[in-house]
């Protein structure tokens, strides 16, 4: 069946740095967008970062340019978002999500990591 699976968060001081990783499986990874979202405490889920089934192209959220990098590796069937220059805003469960415009739309969601960036 059908798996999202990230990891990599936990407890940051400000300006520190994570990797978090997704490891897809159950569907052909290489023809998916595949993109990372967050949602803290009282607010809704929002974009983080996005990348092409290729990784030809990226996008990110205003609030993280500069600051996060999105990547694939399709023969690993995994996506990455390295995380620097943490600030406490970044405090927040970050999702993964695949995707693809077909013939009809599919969608898939992981179950989240938690990012805390505290002192």
């Known amino acids: 069946q059908v798996q999202l699976v990230e990891s990599g968060g936990g407890l940051v001081q400000p300006g520190g740095s994570l990797r978090l990783s997704c490891a897809a499986s159950?569907?052909?990874?290489?023809?998916?967008?595949m993109s990372w979202h967050r949602q803290a405490p009282g607010k809704e889920r929002e974009l983080v970062a996005g990348?092409?089934?290729?990784?030809?192209?990226?996008n990110y959220a205003d609030s993280v340019k500069g600051r996060f990098t999105i990547s694939r590796d399709n023969a690993k069937n995994t996506v990455y978002l390295q995380l620097n220059s943490l600030k406490p805003e970044d405090t927040a469960v970050y999702y993964c999500k695949a995707e693809r415009y077909g013939l009809g739309y599919t969608m898939y969601w992981g179950k989240g990591t938690l990012v805390t960036v505290s002192s």
């Open positions: 159950g569907f052909t990874f290489s023809m998916y967008r």
């Open positions: 990348i092409t089934g290729t990784g030809s192209t990226t």
